[in-house]
């Protein structure tokens, strides 16, 4: 055989195995699609945040855990999520900065 030629794998047991195996499989790519995604949304909400907490740190002469907990007062205050608060922060700063 040359590197050419491909090999085809079948499962023995007839039809349902391999049914069972593309289904088996299908539902593993999909849970590995979900948790990559859930991964990515992570690392971007923690960017954001991180990003907040700096701007809060300079902004009111604060450590990293009391600009943090100022975050979560923010947000419990305003009854929206931790990520959407520093997200506005953020947004503000870029708005300040490309207008002045």
């Known amino acids: 055989m040359t590197t050419t030629e ?6 023995t047991g007839g ?3 391999l049914t069972a195996f593309d289904a088996a ?3 593993a790519s999909l849970d590995l699609l979900r948790e990559i995604e ?3 949304r992570a690392l971007e909400t923690r960017s954001v945040i991180g990003q907040a907490i700096g701007i809060v740190m300079t902004q009111e002469t604060l450590t ?4 943090f907990a100022e975050l979560v007062h ?3 205050r305003a009854n929206m999520k931790l990520r959407d608060v520093a997200v506005a922060i953020v ?3 870029e708005r300040r900065a ?3």
């Open 74 to 76: 923010r947000s419990s």
């Open 6 to 11: 491909s090999v085809d794998v079948v499962p």
């Open 98 to 100: 490309t207008t002045s």
């Open 25 to 27: 499989d299908a539902d």
């Open 38 to 40: 859930g991964l990515r």
């Open 15 to 17: 039809t349902e195995d």
């Open 64 to 67: 990293a855990d009391a600009a």
């Open 91 to 93: 947004a503000e700063v």
